[in-house]
């Protein structure tokens, strides 16, 4: 039971919340999210032995507390020093590495609770989504790009109202926990295009076709101009070897998501001042999850910034039926994130056991 409870656990909190969107009032559903937060918060800040952990731990115990840093000083472990600075900052309140987890896992809950009672239709199932999809790999592994992430997503309005020096200071600061935020710069620009529907499926068609004529020159593109982004490595080894390609089955969830959300343009519009926001970053991330289908880790972690606005879209996309026909709906999207919340887990499950015994073998 221990291996399965957390599935179990997650199925079951979806479906009181949709049983209890369906008959609660407002105020009890930002209760009952706020509540759930704080259960990840703690989840977040007690786990053990999970990906990535030992190393920020020891980059934290590294870190010097706020008297003594400088930014000549280089983080372990990653290079970005405005979180090096964070670690120096919590260290100084109280040098705990436990205390150091919660805090950063807070910080994440907190911007993610900003924004799903911002821009989503139904936050509580904006959650269910963020943790089926996302929560484990960045909260519980790559803590540095759900802070950074989650910061672009909350500039969303800025991106919407045209305030272009509003969202490159919040860019700006999202790079100083991790550098993958400069790829929130396209997309700005690509907000000013109102893509048509054919603009969309042409353009997925020749994201397919441009992944596999020039993908040999892929690799070359991104040792030579990714140095910052110090994605070099993820173009080598069983990154590539584990690659799906096309028949990656992310890259068809996206597109029918993508085409299923544009084609009811009509029908959600009305409801979502940010429909054409959600469609352009979400469009803009399955270009580039097709794109590099040849690198495992490439093609998730680039694409994973954007894809972060299916929290907003799928509640969005019950307006589509009848009150009557959401349960179907809801079941539905409940059965996609319980089996993508397995997955997640079982990989990272299954990737602790290796390192456990590889460790017991050393």
Request: net charge positive.
């Amino acid at each position: 039971m221990g291996f399965y409870f957390p599935v179990v656990a997650f199925s079951l909190f979806y479906i009181f919340c949709f049983v209890f969107i369906e008959g609660g009032d407002k105020k009890s559903s930002k209760a009952l999210l706020v509540l759930a937060l704080l259960i990840l918060t703690y989840f977040i800040g007690t786990r053990q032995n999970w990906p990535d952990q030992i190393v920020y731990e020891i980059a934290f115990f590294k870190a010097p507390n706020i008297f003594d840093f400088s930014f000549d000083i280089e983080p372990f472990g990653y290079v970005e020093k405005g979180y090096m600075l964070l670690a120096s900052i919590i260290k100084t309140i109280y040098d705990n590495s436990t205390f150091y987890l919660f805090t950063m896992g807070g910080l994440s809950m907190w911007l993610l609770y900003k924004s799903l009672t911002k821009y989503c239709f139904i936050p509580l199932i904006g959650l269910c989504d963020y943790i089926a999809r996302f929560l484990l790999n960045r909260d519980f592994i790559q803590m540095r790009s759900s802070l950074a992430i989650l910061l672009i997503i909350l500039a969303t309005k800025y991106v919407y109202e045209r305030k272009i020096w509003h969202y490159f200071g919040i860019i700006l600061l999202a790079y100083q926990f991790h550098h993958l935020s400069l790829l929130a710069i396209p997309f700005y620009f690509m907000s000013y295009i109102k893509f048509k529907k054919w603009h969309i499926l042409a353009g997925l068609l020749f994201a397919a076709i441009a992944s596999q004529t020039i993908a040999n020159y892929i690799t070359g593109w991104v040792e030579n101009y990714s140095d910052d982004l110090q994605y070099t490595t993820y173009t080598q080894g069983s990154y590539v070897s584990r690659a799906l390609g096309l028949s990656n089955p992310m890259i068809l969830f996206q597109s029918i998501l993508l085409l299923l959300f544009t084609y009811s343009e009509k029908d959600l519009k009305p409801f979502d001042k940010y429909y054409y926001i959600y469609r352009t970053g979400y469009f803009y991330s399955t270009l580039i999850l097709i794109f590099f289908c040849n690198y495992t880790a490439l093609s998730g972690r680039t694409s994973t910034v954007f894809a972060t606005l299916e929290m907003f879209m799928i509640p969005l996309m019950s307006r589509m039926f009848a009150r009557k026909n959401r349960l179907l709906y809801y079941t539905g999207i409940g059965l996609f994130f319980i089996y993508f919340f397995f997955s997640k887990y079982s990989q990272e499950m299954a990737h602790m056991k290796d390192n456990l015994f590889l460790n017991t073998l050393d």
